[in-house]
């Protein structure tokens, strides 16, 4: 099961909590599992709605009194490693963007009010991405969603899931980074 919280920051007190159901078999809980468990995803807001990860056991929305909006079943699989999903979510616009590495291959924009899928980039070197993907507004006209991939960061158009460019640097293995801006 995975849990979401609600926790008034005055007091501490619980203000309610959910609970998800897994949808798919886990990976065992053994090997870099046991330092993260299955927990590694931080929920992310837009002030109306808490917006949750859960890796195989998908997306789901509450709005700020902990009633389900929607939920979405992004996949099953499992890298080779077997080390279960860590990255968290971003909000774009309408979108929610989900890097979904181990359960799809995948990064998916779902639309935030509905669960519809939007677009979908897919890859095999998505298999050992943990990081979180960052938007960066290149100049006046154009934003870039920016995803650290072993070997590689690619540049993504935000609207589409279009790749507009990538770079090579080398690093092989597991991509645990997030991009970070300056």
């Known amino acids: 099961?995975?849990?979401?919280?609600?926790?008034?920051?005055?007091?501490?007190?619980?203000?309610?909590?959910?609970?998800?159901?897994?949808?798919?078999?886990?990976?065992?809980?053994?090997?870099?599992?046991?330092?993260?468990?299955?927990?590694?995803?931080?929920?992310?807001?837009d002030g109306e709605r808490v917006y949750a990860f859960f890796g195989k056991a998908g997306v789901h929305v509450w709005d700020m009194e902990g009633n389900p909006v929607w939920s979405a079943d992004l996949g099953g699989q499992s890298s080779s490693r077997l080390w279960g999903s860590a990255s968290s979510p971003i909000l774009f616009e309408d979108k929610l963007i989900i890097p979904a590495g181990d359960e799809a291959?995948?990064?998916?924009?779902?639309?935030?009010?509905?669960?519809?899928?939007?677009?979908?980039?897919?890859?095999?070197?998505?298999?050992?991405?943990?990081?979180?993907?960052?938007?960066?507004?290149?100049?006046?006209?154009?934003?870039?969603?920016?995803?650290?991939?072993?070997?590689?960061?690619?540049?993504?158009?935000p609207e589409t899931g279009q790749l507009r460019w990538f770079a090579e640097y080398g690093i092989p293995g597991n991509m645990s980074n997030t991009i970070v801006l300056a």
Not at 18 to 40: C, K, M
């Open 1 to 45: 099961e995975r849990h979401l919280l609600k926790i008034n920051a005055a007091t501490g007190e619980i203000e309610w909590q959910r609970t998800v159901p897994t949808t798919h078999p886990e990976d065992a809980y053994r090997g870099f599992i046991t330092e993260h468990g299955y927990a590694s995803n931080t929920p992310v807001t």
């Open 105 to 157: 291959r995948a990064i998916v924009a779902l639309n935030k009010n509905t669960g519809e899928e939007l677009w979908r980039a897919e890859g095999d070197k998505m298999e050992h991405t943990y990081g979180s993907p960052v938007v960066m507004k290149v100049d006046d006209e154009r934003t870039d969603l920016l995803f650290a991939l072993p070997e590689e960061i690619w540049g993504l158009n």
